[in-house]
Structure formats: structure tokens, C-alpha cells
């Protein structure tokens, strides 16, 4: 048997898959879970904005924890892609009022507004999607980079990094992962068994 780590496309087609294999009964379950091991997470105790995701292609989905959370007093925000610097992310709020269309990638997002933005250091912790997982906290995500990018200020400026926290099924995770320097590491990372605290460097 090889010790070849598989490449980052290679691992990032797999783990898609098995996470899309799961039966709509599964993924209602992880959602459940998920949203009690984030209740009690220790990183959101006292956090009041937090940006989050709406899941696609399979992403364990976080919204039963934003429904308990928003009774609570948390304020919630979605990514939205930056119309003049490419592959950057700002955050806009998300309600139940919230009116989203479909961005390039097809996926739903709040309309691009002066006023309505909240810069990444002004949050308190991100919740966003990986591909895939380890032990130690390093990531997968789908390629694009826009976290990255986004959340580069934090190795520079860690006392303004919000707590950022990767969310998947616990399928998701490998006892290896291909890593680039690019990679912002994460503070913890949740599925719908456990939590894991990252080795941040």
C-alpha cells in the first residue's frame, strides 16, 4: 500500500463525493449535531457577529445552528463576492428578510451594497465550509482561495483575526492532508461528532 499523499484535486474529487453521497436523512442528522457541538463551542461564547455559509455540493449544513444561535442575540452574515477586488470576500447581514440571487459560481448571495458590509476583522468568528480535514486542523477547501485571501491580515495581525472555524462532516476527515503556505490556518473545526482544536500556527 502507498504512503502517497494524494494530490489536493485528487483528494478534494473524493471527499466531494462521499459527502454528496450522503442520504437527505444523514445530512438532517449532521445538522442537528452540528448545531449542539456549536452551541457549546467555547470559541463562540461570547462572539455576536459571526459570518457563515449557505451549504452547496454537500456541505453539512449550519443553519439549524444559526436558527437556535439567533435566538441567543447573534447577529449573522453572509459571504459576498467582492466586485473590484477579485477574490475577495465582505460580509453582509443575513436575516430571514434577506433577499439573495444566485453569484457566478450559482451560488445565493446578498446583493453588494455601500452601507451593508462588515470588513473581516470586525467579526467574531467565521464559520465556513472545507472539502476536507485533519487532526492537526489543516484544511481543504474547494481552490478558490477567497478565505485565504480574505483572512491573510490575521498571520500579520493576529489580535484582529476573528476566530475562524471550519465546518464538515466527519467523513471529511483523512489522516493526511497536502498543505500550501497560502493556507490561513483555522482555530478549530467542527463536524457533526466532534470538535477539533487546530494547531495554529
Given amino acids: 500500500m502507498s504512503n502517497t499523499i494524494p494530490s489536493r484535486a485528487a483528494l478534494r474529487k473524493e471527499l466531494r463525493q462521499q459527502r454528496n453521497a450522503l442520504s437527505p436523512q444523514e445530512h438532517q442528522d449532521a445538522a442537528d449535531n452540528l448545531a449542539i457541538n456549536l452551541l457549546g463551542h467555547p470559541d463562540l461564547r461570547r462572539a455576536r457577529h459571526v459570518a457563515v455559509y449557505l451549504p452547496n455540493d454537500g456541505e453539512i449544513d449550519p443553519s439549524v445552528y444559526v436558527s437556535l444561535a439567533r435566538q441567543r442575540g447573534l447577529q449573522f452574515y453572509l459571504p459576498v463576492l467582492h466586485p473590484v477586488y477579485p477574490g475577495r470576500l465582505v460580509f453582509s447581514p443575513f436575516t430571514d428578510e434577506t433577499r439573495l440571487a ?76 497536502p498543505t500550501e503556505s497560502w493556507d490561513i490556518p483555522l482555530h478549530s473545526i467542527v463536524t457533526d461528532r466532534k470538535r477539533y482544536q487546530a494547531k495554529r500556527a
Avoid at 476536507?132 to 477567497?146: I, K, P, W, Y
Wanted: with cysteine; charged share 25%.
Fill in 102 to 177: 444566485p453569484n457566478r459560481f450559482g451560488i445565493p448571495e446578498p446583493a453588494f451594497r455601500d452601507g451593508l458590509k462588515r470588513p473581516p476583522w470586525a467579526l467574531d468568528a467565521v464559520l465556513f465550509p472545507l472539502v476536507g480535514f485533519n487532526e492537526a486542523g489543516e484544511r481543504l477547501g474547494m481552490g478558490g482561495g477567497f478565505y485565504d485571501r480574505t483572512f491573510a491580515f490575521t498571520r500579520h495581525t493576529p489580535r484582529l483575526a476573528p476566530k475562524l472555524i471550519g465546518l464538515a462532516h466527519e467523513c471529511q476527515k483523512v489522516s493526511e492532508l
